[in-house]
């Protein structure tokens, strides 16, 4: 019989991509890519390439909500991350599965648009997400405008950074992680819990490969809370993962091409380009 060893399991529940870039399809490439198991559970359908969403579709939070009971009851994934939400309805309606499971790591990544700009959360699920799941969360992953909104002021500067990473832990989040990709000087994200304050430095890598960054950076959260670490230890252990993914990014389509999830194993799948 062949020995069976465990494997330690994560569950996204996000929307599809079916330019296969970002949402669910970025974060079961980044759990495998961890060595995690990956499991989801689908909000919404997109209809999109790297140019942008041409159009979605949101399930209905019956199904979005029968997905995640199964997974939980079954497989026990030891962290879960949220992304794409679509409604009010379907944030409701994770947060009332999500209370039978209080021990269970959330990490939040508060997806408003897509990296074209089109949205992707009704603007009325903003106000639901922060008041029925951030308090729920391990630790809130937003972009500099995805801040603004939860908080509802403008967050550009390092010192509005901070300022935003306060208010969502007094909105109940145990860890804010608020990232700064969208600044034009540098990529610092800052790491804020009621502890510790830290800046993620990193130099800004120039490449159109951003499509999935920041479904990538939370699931590998996600993946390093399935496997035990801390959360400061996750988080660093994901900016880590991701910029090496975007650094060796490859070109898809004529838009917002991907990161590489599985970077790390190109000198196996692709050993002529390594010996070029």
């Known amino acids: 019989m062949t020995p069976t060893y465990a494997v330690p399991a994560a569950l996204t529940i996000a929307g599809s991509d079916s330019g296969g870039g970002a949402g669910i399809q970025a974060d079961l490439k980044a759990f495998a890519a ?30 979005v909500t029968a997905q995640i009971r199964l997974v939980l009851s079954d497989i026990a994934p030891r962290a879960v991350k949220t992304g794409m939400l679509a409604n009010a309805e379907i ?9 039978e499971y209080p021990d269970l790591p959330l990490v939040i990544d508060p997806v408003t648009h897509a990296k074209s700009g089109d949205a992707l959360l009704a603007e009325d699920a903003v106000s639901v997400l922060r008041a029925d799941l951030v308090p729920r969360c391990a630790v809130v992953t937003p972009n500099l405008p995805e801040a603004s909104a939860l908080v509802g002021f403008p967050v550009e500067s390092e010192t509005e950074m901070v300022e935003a990473g306060l ?17 034009p000087d ?3 994200d800052l790491y804020i819990d009621r502890e510790t304050v830290e800046w993620l430095r990193s130099e800004r890598i120039v490449t159109r490969c951003t499509h999935g960054t920041g479904c990538t950076f ?17 988080v660093r252990a994901a900016k880590e ?5 975007m650094r060796a990014g490859y070109e898809v389509g004529a838009g917002h091409s991907p990161v590489n999830h599985f970077h790390a194993f190109e000198s196996m799948l692709y050993p002529e380009r390594i010996a070029r």
């Not at 993962?241 to 993914?245: D, F, G, W």
């Open 34 to 63: 961890l060595g995690v198991y990956g499991t989801s559970a689908i909000t919404a359908v997109t209809a999109q390439n790297t140019l942008g969403v041409e159009s979605f579709i949101a399930l209905s939070p019956e199904i």
């Open 91 to 99: 944030v409701r309606a994770i947060a009332v599965i999500l209370r």
């Open 167 to 183: 208010a969502l832990l007094d909105a109940g989040a145990t860890a804010v992680v608020v990232k700064g990709g969208h600044r």
């Open 186 to 188: 540098t990529a610092d």
């Open 218 to 234: 939370s699931a590998a959260i996600a993946a390093g809370l399935a496997r035990g670490l801390t959360t400061l230890d996750a």
């Open 241 to 245: 993962y991701l910029t090496a993914a």
